[in-house]
């Protein structure tokens, strides 16, 4: 159990959607604020309406930014202290069919939502290590990074790091004190299509007006599934009490049930018949991680 009361949080996407809505359930517990993000008027307006329940900071980082990450942070532990909760949350959807990407959709997608998140690994991380205090990370995956899904192959791709990124510190950190979690969340009910369409680096492909209203049209679409699916209020306080609890995996509904099964069902079907069941079992102990390596290797 991770006792938030009096913590500090960096929270990147923290200005809307459910980064927004982790930063409100997490004022309520008592929890200081730095929210990080791109869009300056949605940071203003977190900051006039949570600094009424808790400390805030607010920063203009772009998560890409290495040098910039590391300035915000020093800023914010200045302000704040010691950060000892981190929310790699910021993110983008990135949906364009796989023939249609390019260079600088790859560069942009897997900048965000997947350097992002490192980035903010490597700034926290050790520092969170060293001063022994304990604490926790959540990094915002996606149902999208547990089994294929539409949302694309871009989108996919890393969103899987990220819940393999996630797993694994989650072996490494545990004997350390520090909790992870992976958020994988089902339709929640933000903007960021339309936002993330704003945002997404031109490809020079000129779009004829019936191309245009069909893309409007499918993120319109895309929008109101969206806005069916769960408030960032719930998401704020599923994660809030996932840091609590200290549980790995956060999801927001069972849409991906199906999905999962029918993944994990096809890799166990495509394993050899024949293999060496006791070479194996000798194999997968070398692989599982004790936390007596661990302690050793720190
Ligand atoms: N909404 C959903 O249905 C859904 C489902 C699964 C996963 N997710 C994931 O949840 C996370 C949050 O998404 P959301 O729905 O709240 O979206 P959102 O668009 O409402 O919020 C995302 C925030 O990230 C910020 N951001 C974007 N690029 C950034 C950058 N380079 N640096 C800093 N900030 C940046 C945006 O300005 C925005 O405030 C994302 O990682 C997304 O992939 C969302």
């Not at 959807?93 to 959709?105: I, M, N, Q, S």
């Not at 871009?154 to 072996?171: D, F, I, P, Q, R």
């Not at 893309?215 to 998401?235: C, E, I, K, N």
Request: net charge negative; glycine share 10%.
């Amino acid at each position: 159990m991770t006792d938030v009361q009096g913590r500090v949080a960096f929270i990147t996407g923290g200005a809307n959607g459910i980064g927004l809505g982790i930063a409100r359930s997490l004022a309520r517990a008592g929890v200081k604020l730095a929210l990080v993000d791109l869009d300056t008027d949605a940071l203003d307006r977190a900051r006039k309406e949570l600094s009424r329940v808790t400390d805030v900071e607010i920063y203009r980082l772009d998560v890409r930014d290495r040098d910039e990450y590391a300035a915000v942070a020093q800023k914010a532990e200045e302000a704040l202290g010691p950060v000892s909760l981190l929310f790699n949350n910021a993110g983008v959807a990135t949906g364009a069919p796989a023939e249609k990407l390019t260079y600088a959709l790859w560069d942009w997608g897997i900048g965000i939502n997947l350097n992002g998140v490192i980035n903010g690994i490597q700034t926290f991380l050790p520092r969170m290590v060293e001063r022994g205090a304990g604490g926790h990370v959540v990094n915002t995956a996606s149902g999208s990074g547990l089994a294929a899904t539409s949302s694309g192959v871009l989108y996919c791709t890393a969103k899987y790091a990220v819940v393999g990124m996630s797993e694994s510190l989650n072996l490494e950190l545990a004997p350390r004190g520090i909790g992870v979690s992976v958020l994988c969340p089902g339709p929640v009910a933000t903007d960021i299509v339309e936002r993330s369409a704003e945002a997404t680096p031109a490809t020079g492909a000129h779009l004829s007006e019936e191309q245009e209203r069909r893309g409007a049209a499918r993120r319109a679409h895309m929008t109101a599934l969206l806005q069916q699916g769960v408030s960032t209020a719930d998401v704020g306080e599923m994660v809030l009490a996932a840091v609590r609890a200290n549980e790995l995996y956060i999801h927001t509904d069972r849409m991906m049930e199906d999905f999962i099964k029918r993944r994990t069902k096809a890799l166990l079907d495509a394993m050899p018949a024949g293999s060496d069941a006791s070479r194996d079992e000798v194999m997968a102990r070398s692989f599982t991680v004790k936390s007596s390596d661990q302690k050793q290797s720190s």
